[in-house]
């Protein structure tokens, strides 16, 4: 039986491609694989289908590091399934109780259909406000950036080293 316990340790990687450099960083896009493993096998709940009917934008994201990185470098970034996992509860999680508990509450108070339906709309909102101001201090301490896994390409021009220069 594997322990499931040292599984949420590991870090989730994604390839990414620099597209702009800045001191202190670099701002990466995504690869994207266009959804889960299931959705391209055309299993799934169809999230590639909408990405590419929609043309959705590639992720962005701002990765701090001390290496020196060139556009147009590809990357692989790590980030911790343990802060994927406590973001996703936040960001699902919260407004589900905020709209039930603002229903819930405004039926208790009032039993009138519409300040029910009101209840739960400011129940939304009050928990969708606290989650975005939740994410922004946690955005501040740095826990949730991405860390430079490897570096998979260099762009050409760059000096790097040539991995078959000692095989000759």
């Known amino acids: 039986m594997v322990d499931d316990r040292h599984a949420i340790d590991q870090p989730v990687l ?3 491609r620099v597209v702009a450099v800045e001191p202190g960083g670099a701002w990466l896009e995504s690869e994207g694989q266009g959804g889960c493993a299931n ?3 055309g299993r799934g709940c169809g999230v590639s289908v909408f990405q ?3 043309r959705l ?3 962005r994201l701002y990765l701090p590091t001390d290496q020196t990185l060139g556009v147009g470098d590809h990357v692989v970034i790590a980030l911790s399934q343990r802060a994927v996992l406590i973001a996703s509860l936040w960001l ?3 407004p589900l109780l905020g709209l039930l508990g603002g229903a819930l509450l405004a039926e208790v108070l009032f039993a009138r259909e519409w300040l029910t339906v009101s ?3 400011l129940g939304l909102t009050g928990s969708l406000w606290w989650v ?3 994410q922004q201090r946690q ?3 740095g826990a949730f950036f991405p860390v430079l896994h490897e570096i998979t390409l260099r762009q050409a021009g760059e000096s790097s080293v040539d991995p078959f220069r000692d095989s000759q």
């Open 52 to 54: 590419r009917l929609f």
């Open 139 to 141: 955005a501040r301490s």
């Open 39 to 41: 959705c391209r096998d």
């Open 92 to 94: 699902y999680l919260a």
């Open 119 to 121: 209840g739960a709309a």
């Open 132 to 134: 975005r101001a939740r």
């Open 57 to 59: 934008p590639r992720h």
């Open 14 to 16: 994604e390839a990414a």
